[in-house]
C-alpha cells in the first residue's frame, strides 16, 4: 500500500520560500500518476495547490501559480512543493496526495500524507 | 479557473438522510468526487465518479450527478459521519482544472 510522508520545516518566515518533500513509499512515483499538495488554512476548506505528472508536467492553482513550483525527482521517489513570498496567510497544513487518472482524463486524490503544519511567522 | 460551490452546513438527526451538493458550470462534462474530513486527519475518499463508493465506505454513502450539480447523500446518517465534506473536480487535459468546493459541515445530533 502506498505511503506518503511530508517533510520540511514548520515555521517559516514572512516573505521566504516555504518547502516541503512529500516521501513516496511502496510504490514507483513514475507509474503513470499525478502526484499533488493540498492545504487547509485554520478554520478553512481544503484547497489544491497543484499537482505534478511523472514527466514534470505540473499544474498550478491559478491563485497560487505566480508563487509555486512543484517538482518531482523520480530518482528518489518522491516529490516536492516549493511556494515563494510567503506571508501568514499561507499559514495551513499541508498534505500532499497521490492522483489517479481515469479513463476520461479525470482525475482524483485516492491516497495522502498525514499532513504537515507549517507557520509562517517572524 | 472552476468553482464547485457547496453549502456552508447541514445539520441532520441521527437516522435521517443527509444531503450536500455541490454546483458547478464544469461538472456536467467532469465527475465529481467527495471526501470526508476530520479534524487532524487526513481526507478519506468517500465518492469516486460521481457515484461509486470504495469498498471500505459504507454502504449508507451514496452519489449522484445530473446537469451542473453533484450530490452526496448519506442515508441514515449516524453520529460518526459527522466531519466537514468536499467535493473534488480536476481534468488531467486542463492546466488550472484542480478546484475543491468550500466544504459542508455536515453536524448529526
Known amino acids: 500500500q502506498v505511503r506518503l510522508q511530508e517533510s520540511g520545516p514548520g515555521l517559516v518566515k514572512p516573505s521566504e520560500t516555504l518547502s516541503l518533500t512529500c516521501g513516496v513509499s511502496?510504490?514507483?512515483?513514475?507509474?503513470?500518476?499525478?502526484w499533488g499538495w493540498v492545504r487547509q488554512p485554520p478554520g478553512k476548506g481544503l484547497e489544491w495547490i497543484g499537482s505534478v505528472y511523472q514527466t514534470g508536467s505540473a499544474y498550478y492553482n491559478p491563485s497560487l501559480e505566480s508563487r509555486v513550483i512543484i517538482s518531482i525527482d523520480t530518482s528518489n521517489n518522491r516529490f516536492s512543493l516549493d511556494l515563494r513570498s510567503v506571508t501568514a496567510a499561507d499559514t495551513a497544513v499541508y498534505y500532499c496526495a497521490k492522483a489517479t487518472i481515469i479513463y476520461t482524463g479525470n482525475y482524483y486524490f485516492d491516497s495522502w500524507g498525514q499532513g504537515t503544519l507549517v507557520a509562517v511567522s517572524s | 479557473s472552476y468553482e464547485l460551490t457547496q453549502p456552508t452546513s447541514v445539520s441532520v438527526s441521527p437516522g435521517q438522510t443527509a444531503r450536500i451538493t455541490c454546483s458547478g458550470d464544469?461538472?456536467?462534462?467532469?465527475?465529481a468526487f467527495w471526501y470526508q474530513h476530520k479534524s487532524g486527519q487526513a481526507p478519506v475518499l468517500v465518492i469516486y465518479?460521481?457515484?461509486k463508493r470504495p469498498s471500505v465506505i459504507p454502504e449508507r454513502f451514496s452519489g449522484s450527478r445530473s446537469g451542473t450539480m453533484a450530490t452526496l447523500t448519506i442515508s441514515g446518517a449516524q453520529v460518526e459521519d459527522e466531519a466537514d465534506y468536499y467535493c473534488?473536480?480536476?481534468?488531467?487535459?486542463?492546466?488550472?482544472?484542480?478546484?475543491f468546493g468550500g466544504g459542508t459541515k455536515l453536524t448529526v445530533l
Open positions: 465518479e460521481d457515484s
Open positions: 511502496n510504490f514507483f512515483i513514475n507509474s503513470g500518476y499525478f
Open positions: 473534488f473536480s480536476a481534468d488531467s487535459s486542463e492546466e488550472h482544472s484542480g478546484v
Open positions: 464544469a461538472l456536467p462534462e467532469r465527475f
